[in-house]
């Protein structure tokens, strides 16, 4: 009877030890396919994306952006990619893109394993990526810059600039700091051309558009096509009149068509004592004309307080102090000199500008006394 016993636990361990292998068979089995599921996953992804490339080209437009330097980085990705050009006039390109929402061309449409891991980094910014049940299935270039055609056929960002100048004004300002502005904006300009303000072109445009002063410039509203510039349009105050935007120098000098004088010339007199050498060097103020307040200086005269013109001026302007300057009544038009003048000198009856406070720039002699005055030290100095 013990020996039956034993005979069923043996056989029932047996069995047990049969089962238990053939479940830890199995466990092992299926852990095995899903490493080896995992693997061919893993060599799968690390196989280059398959990509669809569907150039949509704008052929009648040769200055628009060019989209093969998209394509081109996009061949030297980790993908294989095959290429097809469709012209966006074409029945299947205006059917794609409708799909897409396209509004700039040229362009290329990506499609196939858009969503590789191998290739994720590629649609970045620049990119309109397009998503199915959470699953991206294609990518749209979308940063074309001007010129582009849209998607009526239109091509945008085609600039016309004409320069409106008086080439009998040298010392007249310019607008080249403008015109580099937008030229550094990679603003594409159809036409560029300068003409005289006298000229018959010329003047049927400063009546056309209302200009007022020269030198001036008119430009095609397309040049709003430009991202960079029509974020900053609005500083410029300019009214569209015709499809042109015309604009003129706000700064001296220039032609006052109004008048027909050119305004902004500036005359500078220097009136010093020659027997005080310890007095300041009255051409300093030229520096500070110039390059502080970008004065125009044309005419400039120096004389001594012992002369006949020297002398006229003290009695004129009633000075009592030397080394000053005089400053013809045009230095009033440049930004921050009227400003600051007031703290210097005073504006005569006559519009020119006379310095009374040599002091403020150094050692100066009272004509009054004939004495020689140093300005006190600032403390520490």
């Excluded at 059917?95 to 191998?118: A, D, M, R």
């Excluded at 005289?196 to 030198?215: H, L, T």
């Excluded at 109004?258 to 005359?267: D, S, Y």
């Excluded at 000198?345 to 140093?374: C, F």
Aim: hydrophobic letters at 40%; one cysteine or more.
């Amino acid at each position: 009877m013990a020996k039956k016993t034993l005979d069923i636990i043996l056989y029932i361990f047996v069995v047990l030890a049969v089962a238990f292998s053939l479940v830890s068979l199995s466990l092992i089995t299926a852990r095995s396919e899903k490493v080896k599921e995992s693997l061919l996953l893993a060599e799968k992804e690390n196989q280059p994306a398959k990509l669809e490339l569907i150039k949509i080209a704008a052929s009648s437009c040769k200055d628009c952006f060019d989209v093969d330097s998209v394509i081109e980085s996009l061949k030297k990705s980790n993908a294989n990619v095959t290429e097809r050009i469709l012209e966006f006039s074409s029945a299947e390109a205006k059917q794609l893109i409708s799909q897409y929402s396209i509004e700039k061309l040229p362009t290329v449409i990506v499609l196939g394993e858009v969503n590789k891991s191998s290739v994720a980094n590629l649609w970045n910014q620049e990119w309109k990526v397009g998503m199915k049940d959470g699953t991206q299935v294609s990518s749209v270039y979308a940063a074309v810059s001007p010129p582009y055609v849209d998607a009526s056929g239109n091509i945008k960002g085609m600039v016309i600039l004409t320069h409106i100048v008086d080439q009998s004004c040298p010392n007249c300002t310019n607008l080249t700091s403008l015109v580099d502005f937008l030229k550094q904006s990679n603003v594409r300009f159809t036409e560029e051309k300068t003409i005289d303000y006298a000229s018959p072109e010329a003047k049927d445009m400063i009546s056309r558009f209302g200009i007022q002063k020269v030198p001036a410039i008119v430009i095609s509203k397309d040049i709003l096509d430009y991202p960079p510039v029509a974020q900053v349009w609005d500083q410029l105050n300019a009214t569209e009149k015709q499809g042109f935007y015309p604009l003129h120098t706000l700064a001296p000098p220039y032609r006052n068509l109004e008048t027909g004088k050119i305004e902004g010339l500036v005359t500078v007199i220097y009136l010093r004592d020659d027997t005080c050498t310890s007095c300041y060097d009255v051409k300093l103020n030229k520096l500070i004309l110039e390059r502080t307040f970008g004065l125009m200086i044309v005419n400039e005269t120096t004389a001594d307080v012992s002369s006949d013109y020297g002398k006229s001026l003290l009695k004129q302007y009633n000075m009592t102090k030397v080394p000053v300057i005089l400053v013809s009544s045009d230095a009033a038009m440049y930004s921050g000199f009227p400003v600051v003048w007031p703290q210097v000198g005073n504006v005569a009856s006559d519009g020119w500008h006379v310095m009374r406070n040599p002091e403020v720039l150094g050692t100066y002699k009272d004509l009054s006394s004939g004495q020689v005055i140093s300005p006190p030290q600032p403390e520490g100095g």
